[in-house]
T-cell receptor, first 114, second 118 residues
Framework: DSGVTQTPKHLITATGQRVTLRCSPR?????VYWYQQSLDQGLQFLIH???????AKGNILERFSAQQFPDLHSELNLSSLELGDSALYFC?????????????FGQGTRLTVV | AQKVTQAQTEISVVEKEDVTLDCVYE???????LFWYKQPPSGELVFLIR??????QNEISGRYSWNFQKSTSSFNFTITASQVVDSAVYFC???????????????FGQGTTLQVKP
């Protein structure tokens, strides 16, 4: 158990809909990262939050947004869903220090858009 | 730009064989971290090892060993006496150090699917 909790584990929804994925980081970790794993793109970095502030954006679509709340949990919002958004979405957390970049991953949320 | 290449898409071995998974990386940073993660059929990503760019000492953990060679920008992973439970997708990843404006995000290779047959 990595200590990172993602909910829900599975999500099936229709095209055009909006969903919210939730992530609770390990106790004490201030950094939350979101990654998308799809068959054609592999594992790709989406966005990084540190202590409530956005730190970096990767290949994240404009239809997607995220935030990190004061209790450090994070949500990834996906809207106007398309079939191609079907993927496994991972959250990872880490202690953001000068030397420690070890990231612990949650079990992922498998999103299926039909 | 940073890049990780895992040229082997799929490897199939028979139990008890040794197997090496290759990883080649590209980066302009002088300080960076390299990782290996395992993704079993259940889907989660399991951390295996982290190595920083200043430590080229090889590491062994049970049946697992890692060979880091800065001269060839490679960080290869060897499983000795493979077992069926080693069947999984293995990812190599590269990260810049966090702090000082860097985000510590991971750049993943495409992964190598290892199948260990009984």
């Amino acid at each position: 158990d990595s200590g990172v909790t993602q909910t829900p584990k599975h999500l099936i929804t229709a095209t055009g809909q909006r969903v919210t994925l939730r992530c609770s980081p390990r106790s004490g970790d201030l950094s939350v990262y979101w990654y998308q794993q799809s068959l054609d793109q592999g594992l790709q970095f989406l966005i990084h939050y540190y202590n409530g502030e956005e730190r970096a954006k990767g290949n994240i679509l404009e239809r997607f947004s995220a935030q990190q709340f004061p209790d450090l949990h994070s949500e990834l919002n996906l809207s106007s869903l398309e079939l191609g958004d079907s993927a496994l979405y991972f959250c990872a957390s880490s202690v953001l220090t000068g030397r420690n970049t070890e990231a612990f991953f949650g079990q992922g949320t498998r999103l299926t858009v039909v | 730009a940073q890049k990780v290449t895992q040229a082997q898409t799929e490897i199939s071995v028979v139990e008890k064989e040794d197997v090496t998974l290759d990883c080649v990386y590209e980066t302009r940073d002088t300080t960076y971290y390299l990782f290996w993660y395992k993704q079993p059929p259940s889907g989660e990503l399991v951390f295996l090892i982290r190595r920083n760019s200043f430590d080229e000492q090889n590491e062994i953990s049970g049946r697992y060993s890692w060979n880091f060679q800065k001269s060839t920008s490679s960080f290869n992973f060897t499983i000795t006496a493979s077992q069926v439970v080693d069947s999984a997708v293995y990812f190599c990843a590269l990260s810049e150090p966090s702090g000082s404006g860097n985000t510590g995000k991971l750049i993943f290779g495409q992964g190598t699917t290892l199948q260990v047959k009984p």
